[in-house]
């Protein structure tokens, strides 16, 4: 079959049960997704295309159109049939099982493609100044990174709003929570980097004593001139026993969160935590609320993130 300069040759969609094979010219395939995100490529002399809708009668991936004029055979599905019917039973199962394949590599890398793109729309979305961020402009951020598809970005978009970091428009996107979105990427990246959990991610002893800090810091805390919230050590003892069922809060228990200084003893001390006999020498304990409220919720978020990329999707 001989092919016009810019006749179309089929349509996204369409059922043609056919496979394509391209012996002279160039063709171009457009897969527009439900954004209206259009990708590219080419066909040229050697190529072939449409062997799912040959095999397993899926819909066209993309609409081809002649960018010069071309010279393409078509294999219809009623020869392949014809030409089964000579060949031995198992060849047509082979033949589904490799399209089968196909189809499932092809999600995986949908899928693969999502994943690895994820970290750099946190990262452009935490670069921007403005909070209103347009979609068009984080494509075209985003093409420095990754292929993906508007519908994909749009997708990833949305389990970010599900996380209740941004907030979808139309044309845009409201980041909400900036701080969150670098604390995200930044434990993303280490975990990449290093094969280990970041140190942001919190133990579950951790995770509970600074929710008992949180709890009793709004019901009882005061602002100090540095800009950090405290409480009496004594409010602290007691809300961890009644969030962490009968639990007595020790030095030992607290060590950790001294060390990363996410809990301050107030006022400091010149002598080390380890060597203090024990907390009725600490009269108050600060800490950065929000920095506390960013680390609980990003330990909320972390856990469910893998299964909401993986499956989610």
Not at 59 to 85: C, F, G, H, K, N
Not at 120 to 135: E, G, R
Not at 139 to 168: A, H, M, P
Request: net charge neutral.
């Amino acid at each position: 079959m001989n092919l016009e300069e810019g006749k179309i040759l089929c349509l996204q969609g369409d059922h043609s049960q056919s496979f394509y094979i391209v012996k002279k010219g160039l063709l171009s395939a457009t897969s527009k997704d439900e954004q209206n995100g259009i990708q590219i490529q080419n066909f040229g002399p050697g190529s072939t295309f449409g062997e799912l809708c040959l095999i397993a009668g899926e819909p066209m991936e993309y609409t081809v159109r002649a960018e010069q004029e071309s010279e393409i055979e078509i294999i219809p599905q009623s020869v392949l049939q014809d030409t089964m019917a000579r060949q031995p039973i198992w060849l047509k199962s082979i033949l589904a099982f490799l399209a089968q394949r196909n189809s499932i590599a092809q999600e995986n890398k949908r899928k693969s493609d999502l994943i690895t793109t994820f970290p750099s729309l946190l990262f452009i979305l935490s670069k921007f100044q403005n909070k209103q961020i347009y979609l068009k402009e984080i494509q075209r951020e985003l093409k420095n990174f990754s292929e993906l598809s508007t519908l994909g970005i749009y997708k990833l978009l949305i389990i970010l709003q599900d996380f209740k970091l941004v907030r979808l428009l139309s044309e845009s996107v409201t980041v909400e929570n900036k701080t969150l979105l670098k604390l995200l990427y930044e434990t993303l990246r280490h975990r990449a980097i290093y094969k280990s959990t970041s140190p942001n991610i919190l133990s579950l002893t951790d995770q509970a004593i600074l929710t008992s800090f949180v709890k009793a810091a709004c019901d009882k805390g005061k602002l100090q001139p540095d800009g950090l919230i405290a409480i009496n050590t004594e409010e602290l003892i007691e809300q961890t026993k009644k969030s962490m069922h009968g639990m007595s809060l020790t030095l030992r228990s607290l060590e950790t969160l001294l060390q990363k200084r996410l809990l301050l003893v107030s006022p400091q001390t010149t002598v080390k935590i380890s060597e203090l006999p024990g907390l009725e020498l600490i009269p108050k304990i600060s800490a950065d609320f929000d920095r506390l409220l960013n680390l609980l919720e990003l330990n909320r978020i972390y856990p469910l993130l893998d299964k909401k990329l993986i499956s989610g999707l």
